[in-house]
Structures are given as C-alpha cells and as structure tokens.
C-alpha cells in the first residue's frame, strides 16, 4: 500500500487536537519531505525515524516519501511525531498492517536504536483522548503519566518493535503501570516555627480562603519559612484540580506523578523575566503563575523583581487565567494560583527593627516601597508585619500547632465555601459578594470607619469582606460578626501605614 494514515495529538496550549499524519511512498529519487507546519524538533525526525527503523530490523523503503502532518495550519512541535511517523512508513511500505493503524493514537519520540523516550504533555493529551473509542500508545515513563486521567485505554510500549508486534498480533502491550504515590513529598510543617502567632494566624486565613498574603519583615525574621508551611497547611486537590495542574506541568515536563494530588510550590528568583512568570514564547508555553496553578507562588524579595514584571500578575490574580497574544499565535494557560510574597521594610531590612541599625533615608525607603504600585497592593488580600524574634523566643521550647491541626480547621472552612457557592472566598465576584458576604449592623458601621479612616478603594473593601468571610467560615459562623470585620481590617492597615 503506498499510503497510510497514523492519529496522533499536538499540542496548543493546554489543547491537543488532533493530527493525522499521512505518508505517502511513491516511486522517484529516494527523498524524505515533511510539510504541515514542522518546527526544527520535527523536521529531525527523518534522520531519527529513518535510523530507528534500521536497527529495529525493518527496511527503510529507498523510494520518495512524502509525510504530511494534518491539519496544515496548525504549528508542529517536539519529537512526539517520531512514532506515528515511523508506523506509517512501515505501513505504507507493507511491513505492517495498515488497517490496524485506524484503531490507536500514537505519540513518542524514537532513539537511534529504536527505543521510545518519554515526551512532555502526555498527561494533557490523554485526558483529552479520553472517551474517543481508541487506544493510546505512549511511552512507558509517559504512559504512566497519562494513566493518571483514569482512562484504561493508555497502553506501554518501551521500543518501535514492540509496537509493531502489536499491531501485527504478534505479542501485546501492557496497560500503564500503576504510580506508587505512597513516597510523596512531604511539606514543612508549622510547628517548627518558633512565635509569629499573628504571621501563623494570617497563613491560616489564607489556606482557608485562598487568599494572596504578602509580609514585610526584617532579614532572618522567618517570611521564607512561614512561605513554605503554607502548602501543608492546604487540603489535597481533589481529581479535577490535581488532573488541570498536573496537565500544566506536564507541558513542560516538570511533572512527576509520585506528587499527582500535591500542591505546587513556586518561587521564581527575584530576576525572573515576564515571559517567565506569566508565560510566553513561540509556541507559547506557561509561566510560573500557570505552572503554581492549584497552588503557592512565593515571591521573594518583592521590591526586587522589575516592577513591569509585578504588574502583569495584576489580571491573572483577578481573573484566574493568563491570555497569552503573539502574531502568530495565540493561548490560554490556567492561572489560579495563591501568591505569598515577603519584602523587607527598607533597603537595609532594618526600618523599625535592630535599634538603630537602619541607615537608609526617608527618599531611599520610598523609592523601595514605591517599587510596588498602588493597584498591585489592593490586590493583596492580607498584608501583615513580622517582626525580629526575641532571644527568649529562639531559646524556648517550640509548642507551635502542627500543620496537621491547622489543616483540620482549613478543610472543614473550605467545605463550607464550597457547599455555598461551589469556589473558595478569594474567587468571589462583586455580585456573589453581595449575596455572601454581607456583614450584621455592627460590622457594617464598623467597615464604613475604616473606610473613612484609611480611604479604602472599593476593591480593597471588597477584600476586607471576603477576608472577613473566610475569619467566619474558620469560626463556622453564618453571620459576618463585628470581630470577624475587625481582624479582616487589621490585615489592611499595613498597605496605609
């Protein structure tokens, strides 16, 4: 037969549609073309299909072949195709079966010797071949990945000839191996941190809620260890959640399946570009916001990141999502991620701390804190202080509450938001605030003086609710009380000062 058509699946942003690859082998010269968008990655796929089909024991057919991957507009990258690629060429060749080709979607990248290497995105593309009545055939390290969706139609192949055995009924391949998730990472846990009562107790809300937090402190005060307990203190991502952020990761190949369920953990160093952060490229890929999706984005050293980076995270904080706009290209990237940033009070670090030992000027200090803008801080939920540890504080017995107990206090709050409006406090809209955070007369008066007092835009008096609204869900209060107004105001006071 002189043509054969594989299935397979690119990827376009978290999409992966599909994509036939045609091969067509006519008599000629002996040539090898690839059209239908090809970047460098596929366009090496000659060298590296021609080569795997040698040493797996097949001819490679010295006619003029001409490969086809479809649809023609839609870029190709990565050396997913290598696979499918290699089945069609022996399938059009009459060295295997051809009409076995139509009941499977393949995706794999060949080695020399024939063998498949894992690919990224398996995970994205599986759960999105899901239900479509074919069977995946993916590399073994990738084939566990993609087994994670819960599809049972994933099988393992570790070399191009064991996958031709298969189609030809000469042998089978196996279901993806099960994940052995009992070695997962385990968080820091908050016991560990000696004080900052008030810093645990905004790490808390923040886990209930979903909220951004940001502290200021002076150097060595604990903001980065306090930054790290707080994925322990959050409940394990249900199927969906960990499905969505473990498809972003695979993008990129950082996922590892041993932490499906987990929450992320990122944080990006202070120099990190734009692109970086909030994704970008050609194709587009995600950044470091969609790839802390589900989880924590810790920002350190606030002021020191390039303000016009700081000021693209305001959307994405808002919206959940980062719309990413090239030319030619265009992707949508999952961005629900809580960010924890920590700053110092000075250049130095020691403004109000260290009896006297700041030395910078009241222009230097501004300029620092005049680093983040106005808009970027009304989009922070909860800005607190953390002061330098006593010496009696360091020296004593650490009696701190575990993230255990913490945790036990969070799920049961995040239960309720969710039984109530099926999304965490922090992703309320102006309308569902209105219908779920309405405060009782006193709390009312009470958020109409801080208004007053600290000339509160009305973004930020929506967050004082909404952070009220969660201090009353740890309380498993119905009602929004005045102390639960109160405690939320407090966390704004910083942002005035």
């Known amino acids: 037969m002189a043509l054969a058509v594989a299935h397979s699946r690119g990827l376009d942003g978290l999409n992966a549609p599909p994509v036939l690859v045609e091969v067509h082998i006519a008599s000629g010269l002996p040539s090898f073309t690839l059209v239908g968008l090809p970047d460098t990655e596929v366009k090496e796929a000659r060298d590296r299909v021609r080569a795997a089909i040698v040493n797996s024991g097949f001819e490679f057919p010295a006619k003029r072949i001409t490969v086809n991957l479809a649809p023609a507009d839609l870029p190709k990258e990565s050396g997913r195709f290598d696979l499918p690629i290699a089945l069609g060429i022996l399938a059009a060749s009459g060295q295997t079966p051809a009409k076995a080709l139509a009941d499977y979607e393949f995706a794999g990248e060949l080695s020399l010797s024939g063998e498949l290497r894992p690919i990224r995105g398996a995970l994205a593309m599986a759960l999105q071949t899901a ?45 993806a191996p099960a994940v052995d998730r009992e070695k997962q990472t385990i968080f820091a846990d908050l016991g560990e941190v000696r004080g900052q009562n008030q810093a645990k107790r905004a790490l808390e809300i923040a886990a209930a809620g979903g909220h951004s937090l940001l502290m200021v402190g002076p150097p060595g005060a604990g903001k980065s260890m306090l930054a790290a307990r707080l994925p322990g203190l ?42 970086a952060l909030v994704g970008g490229g050609n194709p587009p890929r995600p950044g470091e916001i969609s790839l802390a999706h589900q989880g924590v984005l810790f920002l350190d050293e606030l002021p020191e990141f390039d303000r016009k980076v700081l000021e693209t995270l ?159 869900d740890l309380a498993a209060s119905d009602c929004i009380r005045a102390p639960h107004i109160a405690e939320a105001i407090q966390y704004r006071r910083l942002a005035h000062d």
């Open 314 to 472: 305001r959307e994405p904080l808002e919206s959940g999502r980062i719309h990413i706009a090239r030319a030619a290209r265009q992707a949508e990237f999952p961005a629900e991620f809580q960010l924890i940033a920590a700053m110092n009070p000075c250049p130095c670090g020691f403004h109000g701390h260290g009896n006297g030992k700041c030395r910078c000027t009241p222009d230097q200090i501004a300029r620092y804190r005049g680093k983040l803008s106005g808009p970027f801080l009304d989009r922070i939920d909860l800005l607190i202080e953390v002061p330098a540890l006593p010496a009696e504080a360091l020296s004593g017995k650490a009696d701190a509450e575990s993230s255990a107990t913490v945790r036990a206090r969070v799920e049961p709050a995040l239960a309720r938001q969710h039984q109530r409006q099926a999304k965490s406090n922090a992703r309320l809209s102006a309308g569902e605030i209105e219908n779920h955070c309405t405060p009782d007369e006193a709390g009312a008066a009470l958020l109409k003086q801080a208004i007053a007092r600290l000339d509160l835009s009305a973004r930020a008096w929506h967050r004082i609710l909404k952070v009220a609204r969660t201090i009353a």
């Open 234 to 275: 959050m409940p394990t991502l249900d199927s969906e959640a960990a499905k969505a952020s473990a498809a972003v990761l695979s993008l990129v190949g950082q996922f590892r399946p041993e932490t499906f369920g987990q929450r992320p953990y990122r944080q990006p160093h202070h120099t990190a570009s734009a692109v």
């Open 131 to 175: 239900g479509n009545g074919k069977a995946f055939i993916l590399p073994t390290a990738s084939a566990s990945e993609a087994a994670l969706t819960g599809a049972g139609n994933i099988l393992a192949a570790s070399s191009l000839l064991e996958v031709c055995a298969h189609l030809a009924e000469q042998g089978s391949l196996p279901a």
